[in-house]
Every structure is written in C-alpha cells, then in structure tokens.
C-alpha cells in the first residue's frame, strides 16, 4: 500500500470518528442543559453534523497535507504483535495516571471548585469520552501541533540540537491551548473567576502535555487511546 492510499484511508476513518465523536456528546450536553431550552436537540444534530463534517474534513485534510513536510510521525507501522505494547498498555498507564492525577488535584487543591457539583449521568460522560478523545485529539494534536511545528520549521531550522526543545515548547503552548478551550464550556455552568479559570487551565494542561508527548513520541492512535482512558476515568469512576 503506498502512503497516499495510506492517509485517504486514515482520512475517512478520523472524519468518520469525529462525526461519531460528536453524536456521543450529544446526551451529555443535554443533561447539563448548555443549550437554550427553546432550541430542539435534534436541530441542534442535524447542524451540528453538518458542522462537523465540514470542520473536521478541512482539518484532516490539512494536517495530511503538511504532516510529510515536517519530521512527524503519527502513524507509526501497527503490527499485531506489538499492538498492546505500542498502543494498549501505554494508553492504560498514561491515562489511568492522568485520571488519578486530575482527581487528586481536584480533591486536594481545587476542592472548592463550583465544577465539582455539576454530575451528569455516568453513562452520558461516557460516551462523551468519545468525543473528547477523538475530536480534541484530532483539532489539537493531528492539526495544531502539527501546524505550529511545521511553521515553526519554516523559520527555523530543526536538528538534533533543537528538536526536543522545539517540540516541548510547542507541546506545553498547545497544552495551554487545549485548557482556554475548555473555559467557554466551564462558563456556561458557573460564573467565571480567576480560581475556576486556574483550575481549568491546570488540569486540561497537565493531560494536554501527556497527550502531546504521546502524539510525537507514540503516534496519534495512542494518545486517542489515552484520552479515552483519562476521561472515562475521570467521568465514569472517579466522579
């Protein structure tokens, strides 16, 4: 199979994620109420779908199209018989880790975070985790940090020297990225402050730099594997 082949089929398996990704959100916005009451939920899946299809699809195809001009690697070779040491085992380490780390934090610093009274149903922040680990890890990992480090090539020269460097500091302002993404959602629920804001920052940050380290260093599939885990962690038991 030559690599073009290679990404068409990468392409429609992400997007086709990524739809799916967002349909599994649905519920769970819906029982935290984020939408007016007068706007129908299934309007809001049928735009919402469109929406998706076109967002996502224009973002794949980007990072697709930059990803052989930087020396990233996403798609490592998959072979049966290191699938769960490649994928498997790290996702369930990190994420579980990450999970626990977010629970911890939250009990021992953030304890008096409005956002800790607000529980959906277990199973709708499950489903949730779908989205959370296909749809971000696509927008921010497969897109963003591929974006910002092929930029970043084109001014300057990447090396041995200054490689890891470039690629901690793109991870950590792409972390950063991925926590402001969550404040407009947070703020839907409580009032903004600079306590919750901290929070959100945080905590989004310290699994956006474990996301990130595994999308360079393992490939796209097993940080989406690890946000899996992180979040139904977090969502499931740890609630």
């Known amino acids: 199979m030559n690599i073009t082949t290679a990404n068409k089929r990468r392409f429609i398996l992400l997007w086709s994620l990524c739809i799916l990704g967002f349909w599994s959100i649905l519920p ?8 007016p009451l007068t706007v129908s939920i299934w309007k809001v899946a049928l735009l919402g779908t469109i929406q998706t299809a076109l967002f996502f699809g224009l973002i794949c195809w980007i990072s697709f199209k930059i990803l052989p001009k930087t020396d990233l690697h996403p798609f490592p070779p998959l072979y049966k018989k290191r699938f769960l040491k490649q994928i498997v085992y790290p996702a369930l380490i990190a994420g579980i880790l990450v999970g626990l780390a977010i629970f911890v934090a939250d009990k021992l610093i953030f304890n008096s975070s409005l956002l800790l009274g607000v529980h959906p149903p277990f199973w709708t ?17 497969l897109f963003l940090f ?6 970043i090539g084109k001014w300057l020269r990447i090396d ?19 926590g402001i993404g969550h404040l407009p959602a947070a703020f ?3 009032s903004p402050s600079a306590f919750e804001i901290f929070r959100v920052l945080v905590l989004n940050g310290i699994a956006g730099v474990v996301f990130g380290w595994l ?16 979040d139904f962690m977090i969502h499931v038991f740890l609630i």
């Not at 922040?125 to 990992?141: D, I």
């Not at 999308?215 to 899996?228: D, E, K, M, Q």
């Open 215 to 230: 999308y360079w260093s393992r490939g796209l599939w097993t940080a989406i594997a690890t946000h899996f885990v992180a």
């Open 188 to 190: 839907k629920l409580i």
């Open 160 to 178: 041995s020297n200054n490689r890891s460097f470039i690629l901690w500091s793109v991870n950590i302002f792409v972390a950063l990225l991925f």
């Open 125 to 141: 922040g499950a489903l949730a985790s779908l989205y959370g680990a296909v749809n971000e890890e696509v927008l921010m990992r």
């Open 146 to 151: 591929t974006l910002v480090y092929f930029l």
């Open 28 to 35: 769970y916005i819906q029982h935290l109420e984020i939408l």
